[in-house]
Structures are given as C-alpha cells and as structure tokens.
C-alpha cells in the first residue's frame, strides 16, 4: 500500500512538472541554432545575398498547407519532408548556385530538414534562413504569392 502511493506521488509530481513546463512554453520544439555544412542567415543576411547573387535560389521548404499562401518573392516550394534529391537538382541543377531554405520559423523543422539535404547531396554554397517567414514578415519584409 505504501509502495503504491509513493509510485502516485511520483507519478504527480512527474505530471504536474511537464505541465508547468508547457504552460510556460519550454516544451516547444525550436530547431538547432547551427547546421554543419550550412551557413545560418538572419532576415537582412539574406536579402544581402538576394542583392549580392544574381542566381540565388530561395527553397520554401514548408509543406504544401492552404494556410501557406505566401512567401519570399521568387522562392521555390519544396516541401522538406518529402523533397527528392531529382526535385532538388531539377530546381537546382549547379551545385556551385548560393542554394537558401526556409520554412515557417524557428519553431518548424522543415528547413533544417531540407538545408541537411542539400548539404548532403553536395551543394557547395547551402544557406539556412532559421527564421523563416516568420522572422521575415516580421521584420516588414515583401512578401509573394505562393505558386504551388
């Protein structure tokens, strides 16, 4: 009897503190702060590159949702998730092009997923805007209808 109630307390006691955490937001998932093989951009660092690079290719890597109606003016969508390595190199055939990926923020893996990819399939210039359209809407930034 005493061996039962002490499993209960701890089980409460376990409970009651993954539930503070939610409640003060710690619980929520926020991608890596770093990407090996890639090259982390803030809002500004990337519309630098847009003015810097004539062939930089912008990768909207969120999944195709109807809430997801805009985006950075000339990205393309590639959903992470599912993005093939032929879809890659269809969009991007140089591996030498400055090749950037985001999604919605800092909260979404979907980029991350898709900057590791690219790493991986061997683009040389890889950039991960961690943000996402979210840290570039806030920032007042122009945004783009979405072509799916």
Known sequence: ?????????????VLLLFSNLSAQGQSRW????LL????KVSAEELVDLIAEFDNIAIIDSRPLRA????????????????????QLTQAVA???TPVVFFCDSIHSSHSYRAAKKGVA????????????????????????????
């Not at 090996?36 to 090259?39: N, V």
């Not at 805009?70 to 032929?86: N, Q, Y």
């Open 94 to 96: 140089d591996k030498f």
């Open 1 to 13: 009897m005493k061996n039962r109630f002490y499993r209960y307390a701890v089980l409460i006691g």
């Open 30 to 33: 926020q991608a890596p702060i």
């Open 67 to 86: 809430e997801n109606q805009f985006t950075i003016d000339g990205a393309v969508a590639l959903p992470g998730r599912s993005m093939s390595p032929l």
């Open 121 to 148: 399939l061997g683009y040389a210039n890889v950039f991960w805007f961690r943000g996402g359209i979210q840290e570039w809407a806030d920032k007042g930034l122009p945004i783009a209808a979405l072509h799916k």
């Open 36 to 39: 090996e093989g890639a090259t």
